[in-house]
């Protein structure tokens, strides 16, 4: 039996849906305590429109590729698929972010000093321009949310093109 501070995780969700804020999640948040209000969160926005909030909590990009070679592997032994239709857009298509419209990041931020990626989003960030931030996440504010946001902006996107 899942135990959590009442208050916090009702606001929470009031404050989803007042600003029509659907909440996704990706990863397995089963180890949590609070995996039963985000269960609950994901089903009570699901047909919020105006944001789109995905939660990646104990994500692993390898195992979302391996999740997602199983489920194609599933369709070709059903008839559903042949082995010859198998491109990057049925790919992706089984990927825990086929929840967004948007399934491919432009920036990550990445805090506390860390430079990699950390089986995050593994196929999802081919393209994604990627900034390092020395100070840990509690202390990521606006300052250093513009720092990153201007760096991005002085970026030329090639996305694997010659140029």
Known sequence: MEVYQKGIFEEG????????IQVSLIGDPSKLQISLW??????ATKN?????????????????IVQACQSICRR??????RVEDIDETIFSQQLETNCTEFPYPDLLIRTSGEQRISNFLM??????????????WPDFGEKEFVKALLSFQGRHRRYGGQD
Do not use: P
């Open 76 to 81: 070709v032994m059903d008839n559903l698929i």
């Open 38 to 43: 985000i269960t609950k969160t994901v089903e």
């Open 48 to 64: 919020n429109s105006r944001l789109h909030f995905i939660l990646a909590i104990n994500h692993s990009g390898r195992e979302d």
């Open 13 to 20: 969700l009031e404050l989803f849906m007042r600003k029509g």
């Open 123 to 136: 196929w999802q960030l081919a393209y994604t321009e990627l900034y390092f931030e020395e100070c840990m």
